[in-house]
């Protein structure tokens, strides 16, 4: 079968990518065609547009970008209807991929939506719209399926996908060695794959890590970037950035301080003690904190629906609080201990891997079953 799939940032390009790979073992004639990144790509199929052209985060950037995103809009629905698949998937982003269901619904096309956007936030009535334009809908957070269910729409369950990427990790034997890694303890900065987010938080993580000279700092980077952009940050700090080892640096880290989004959930699940930090425009925060309707915003707080992990946004991101918190995660024992705790109690709620060979089976046979009607 044809399958177009959409994602618009780097951790829809993970999950895409596991997705595909599931989906080739299960249908051994896919044909792929996507929006997404290098992960993807290393699966096979066409890559009509790279994530780092679409992903704007925030209410002022997305309005400052509007252009540039009406013409990604007009060219994904106008290759979707060129090329005509069996089955489009989409994978979160929904800004963006909730307008390419209202078209490929409207033009006869089965969608099948991949990590729920986070309705329960803000704006709940969007679950009517999604009802509509949604024929199935797979959520990886357990409350989610309870969330949908009161707004009259089943959906499917898969787990979490992020389980089968750590759960399919291979630690690299020579990681200190193979980078030139001092034999200090790592601490981990992960500021994030966008560039709003890293030249907002990133500063703050090289200023706390002056306090801390017996330990080594080292930045995941993006695969969006190259090393030379994160030098107008790091220069002259002996901070070091490594590409393609977000998870060979957690698992040698001590402690992480993260950008919220999908890598708090990471850091939990290699159980790294973690401070989750977050910058806005501040008309952007303005805005978000009138509409959503949560307490938290990392995904390790919103799945336990309790304080966890700190969360440090906004004015509240500063170098010294990051120290505060270091120093908690680091040197108070009962502290560190409290975290790890919840971070079993997190990984019993969450579940066994499989969530991308399940999603793979269960788009399969709906898309089966939508083609023989």
């Known amino acids: 079968m044809k399958y177009y799939l959409v994602a618009g940032e780097a951790s829809g390009d993970?999950?895409?990518?596991?997705?595909?790979?599931?989906?080739?073992?299960?249908?051994?004639?896919?044909?792929?065609r996507f929006f997404g990144g290098d992960l993807m790509l290393a699966e096979g199929g066409e890559l009509v547009k790279h994530y780092s052209e679409m992903a704007f985060m925030g209410f002022v950037e997305v309005v400052a970008n509007l252009r540039t995103i009406a013409k990604n809009l007009s060219a994904c629905k106008n290759d979707i209807a060129a090329w005509q698949p069996d089955?489009?998937?989409?994978i979160d982003f929904p800004g963006f991929n909730l307008k390419i269901a209202e078209f490929a619904k409207a033009n006869g096309l089965l969608v099948c939506y991949y990590i729920s956007p986070k309705v329960w936030a803000w704006n709940q009535?969007?679950?009517?719209?999604?009802?509509?334009?949604?024929?199935?809908?797979?959520?990886?957070?357990?409350?989610?399926v309870d969330f949908y269910r009161q707004w009259g729409m089943e959906v499917d369950y898969v787990g979490n996908p992020l389980l089968d990427s750590v759960s399919a990790f291979k630690?690299?034997?020579?990681?200190?060695?193979k980078h030139q890694l001092s034999n200090?303890?790592?601490?981990?900065?992960?500021?994030?794959?966008?560039?709003?987010?890293i030249s907002r938080l990133l500063p703050d993580m090289v200023a706390a890590a002056k306090n801390w000279p017996d330990y080594q700092f080292?930045?995941?980077?993006?695969?969006?970037?190259?090393a030379a952009y994160y030098d107008r940050?790091?220069?002259?700090?002996?901070i070091k950035v490594l590409f393609n080892a977000t998870y060979d640096i957690l698992n040698n880290a001590q402690a992480t301080i993260v950008a919220s989004g999908t890598a708090t959930l990471e850091t939990a699940l290699f159980n790294v003690p973690q401070v989750v930090v977050y910058k806005g425009n501040n008309v952007s925060i303005a805005i978000a904190r009138a509409l959503v309707k949560i307490r938290f915003i990392s995904l390790v707080n919103l799945i336990m629906d309790d304080g966890v992990v700190k969360e440090l946004i906004q004015q509240d991101c500063n170098p010294q609080k990051i120290n505060d918190e270091l120093e908690l995660i680091l040197n108070n024992k009962d502290y560190r201990e409290k975290m790890l705790e919840n971070y079993n109690k997190l990984q019993d709620k969450m579940g066994k891997p499989g969530a991308s060979?399940?999603?793979?089976?269960?788009?399969?046979?709906?898309a089966s079953k939508n083609k023989a009607a």
């Open 14 to 32: 993970l999950h895409g990518a596991n997705l595909m790979k599931a989906l080739k073992e299960k249908d051994p004639q896919a044909q792929f």
């Open 87 to 90: 089955v489009l998937v989409l």
């Open 125 to 144: 009535k969007r679950v009517i719209r999604i009802k509509r334009i949604v024929d199935h809908m797979f959520c990886i957070l357990p409350f989610e």
């Open 171 to 177: 630690p690299d034997a020579d990681f200190y060695k």
């Open 184 to 197: 200090k303890k790592i601490i981990a900065c992960l500021p994030g794959s966008r560039k709003q987010e």
């Open 218 to 226: 080292i930045v995941a980077g993006a695969p969006t970037f190259d």
């Open 233 to 238: 940050y790091l220069k002259d700090t002996g």
């Open 357 to 366: 060979v399940k999603t793979a089976g269960l788009i399969i046979k709906y």
